[in-house]
């Protein structure tokens, strides 16, 4: 056996038959189902086109960009490995 097809004519039909003071309650369970299908729903996600964000700011004044970018980050790396020994070595002293 088939279960009944339920269209929007059906429910308005029955809602005809419901007292008028339970009416909010179902007010308030229709937007509960209609706010849950809402959550479901995947959300668009916004393309944000980063292209051009670091023009006009300088860097194409730099010759080798990507070279003195390695270049900081060598030096940032050697700062940090020194500061790691000194921390270590601190270390030792209070043990």
Same mark, same amino acid.
């Given at each position: 056996?088939?279960?009944?097809?339920?269209?929007?004519?059906?429910?308005?039909?029955?809602?005809?038959?419901?007292?008028?003071?339970? +009416?909010?309650?179902?007010?308030?369970?229709?937007?509960?189902?209609?706010?849950?299908?809402? +959550?479901?729903?995947?959300?668009?996600?916004?393309?944000?086109? +980063?292209?051009?964000?670091?023009?006009?700011?300088?860097?194409?004044?730099?010759?080798? +960009?990507?070279?003195?970018?390695?270049?900081?980050?060598?030096?940032?790396?050697?700062?940090?490995?020194?500061?790691?020994?000194?921390?270590?070595?601190?270390?030792?002293?209070?043990?």
């Amino acid at each position: 056996m088939q279960p009944e097809t339920v269209t929007i004519d059906k429910i308005k039909s029955k809602l005809a038959e419901v007292p008028e003071d339970k +009416l909010p309650e179902i007010y308030d369970f229709v937007e509960f189902i209609v706010d849950k299908a809402k +959550l479901k729903q995947p959300k668009k996600k916004k393309i944000v086109k +980063l292209g051009g964000i670091w023009k006009g700011l300088g860097f194409e004044k730099i010759n080798d +960009l990507e070279g003195e970018v390695r270049k900081i980050r060598k030096q940032s790396h050697q700062q940090f490995s020194e500061k790691i020994q000194e921390s270590s070595s601190i270390d030792a002293i209070w043990s």
